[in-house]
Nanobody, 119 residues
Framework: QVQLVESGGGLVQPGGSLRLSCAASGRTFRRSVMGWYRQAPEKQRELVAA???????NYADSVKGRFTISRDNAKNTVYLQMNSLKPEDTAVYYC?????????????WGQGTQVTVSS
């Protein structure tokens, strides 16, 4: 059974840092594009950051220079280091794995982890 399990969320003051982890199991995601998305109340889910199998990265403009995505294929884990957090970063953060193999497209989601930035 394929699972993505996020951890590391919590309550942090503005300007603080958090590191999210997403541990994948059930198959290797070495060739997958791994991404972090977030969804704030009454807003649509949005892409925060993504990293390809070749470790190219892409970030939302709102987090550039503050967030860093990385992956450890040996551990089947992807990370999101979040620095200089702002109240507007408050959301549920979801891990995603996406891969196209031949004509088959795979898309997996974690259950989400809450990040709250507040004083």
């Amino acid at each position: 059974q394929v699972q993505l399990v996020e951890s590391g969320g919590g309550l942090v003051q503005p300007g603080g840092s958090l590191r999210l982890s997403c541990a994948a199991s059930g198959r290797t995601f070495r060739r997958s594009v791994m991404g972090w998305y977030r969804q704030a109340p009454e807003k649509q889910r949005e892409l925060v950051a993504a990293i390809t199998s070749g470790v190219s990265t892409n970030y939302a403009d709102s987090v550039k220079g503050r967030f860093t995505i990385s992956r450890d294929n040996a551990k089947n884990t992807v990370y999101l280091q979040m620095n200089s957090l702002k109240p507007e970063d408050t959301a549920v953060y979801y891990c995603n794995a996406h891969e196209i193999t031949g004509i088959v497209e795979y898309d997996y989601w974690g259950q989400g982890t809450q990040v709250t930035v507040s004083s």
